[in-house]
């Protein structure tokens, strides 16, 4: 099913990376035309400018068949710390098609915070996440991801989410966890919905719109990594998926940094 479901991605994803990629270049090919044109009379500056735009189109190109090359290769698990807000950078570069026509999205992921996950199976979470916050409203829906890395009690789920999962802190220890909310304004859920959201082959999308395991994938994989997964949904009032994911102590040094965080 993780299989299917990541190549099932893989196919929706490819279509927008096409047109994604259609614009750096078409930008490319317009500044070298320019070059050929004006080679021996443009001035010096202007030159500069063509392949400045030359260079920041190509590595733009670069980073989207990248971003979509590490996704889709096949890799055992390996499960490692990573900076949470490159790894959510990448995916929305790959989901950056979809995106356009919605508001800005808003991020409040800070530098410090890391994920102990492995890379690709976390990334298919943030997919289908995001493609679900993406498909659940109109033009005005606004998504906000909000991320905070803890060593206390204080960021425990919300007393009102429906949990998948057992991420449980014993009475005398502060396990450090990472925290992530992926939030929309579309038209949400009721609760009868949601005590099935999570169940394989469940959709309320029309048919051929979709499989009905991208969530039940998504709490997989969560599980997977010793993790729990909540929504909180109302109808036409949004809903929010709030993941929460252990970080290892021995991956900390005294100071609180991760091991990442020291190294660079």
């Avoid at 949400?188 to 469940?202: A, L, N, Q, R, S």
């Avoid at 709030?242 to 021995?250: A, G, H, L």
């Amino acid at each position: 099913l993780l299989q299917t479901e990541k190549l099932a991605s893989l196919g929706v994803l490819i279509s927008g990376v096409a047109h994604e990629l259609n614009n750096p270049l078409g930008n490319i090919l317009s500044s070298c035309q320019l070059l050929k044109e004006e080679l021996d009379t443009a001035d010096r500056d202007l030159l500069l400018d063509w392949l400045e735009q030359i260079d920041n189109e190509s590595m733009r190109a670069h980073k989207i068949v990248n971003a979509l090359k590490d996704f889709g290769r096949k890799q055992d698990f390996m499960i490692e710390s990573i900076k949470l807000s490159e790894l959510i950078d990448s995916t929305l570069l790959l989901l950056n098609n979809d995106l356009k026509h919605l508001p800005k999205i808003i991020k409040n992921i800070p530098d410090n915070v890391f994920i102990y996950a492995d890379r690709q199976r976390f990334q298919q979470v943030l997919i289908n996440l995001l493609k679900n916050s993406i498909d659940a409203g109109d033009e005005t829906n606004q998504i906000e991801l909000t991320a905070d890395f803890c060593r206390d009690h204080s960021c425990t789920l919300p007393d009102n989410a429906y949990v998948i999962g057992d991420l449980k802190t014993p009475v005398n220890q502060d396990i450090p966890y990472t925290l992530l909310s992926i939030k929309d304004n579309g038209s949400g859920m009721d609760e009868e919905t949601i005590k099935h959201v999570f169940d394989p082959f469940y959709t309320t999308k029309a048919p051929g719109s979709g499989m009905g395991i991208g969530l039940y994938i998504a709490q997989e994989i969560i599980m997977e990594h010793s993790g729990e997964i909540g929504v909180i949904s109302h109808p036409d009032q949004g809903t929010e998926f709030i993941i929460r994911t252990p970080y290892p102590v021995n991956n900390l040094h005294p100071n609180g940094k991760t091991e990442s965080q020291n190294t660079e």
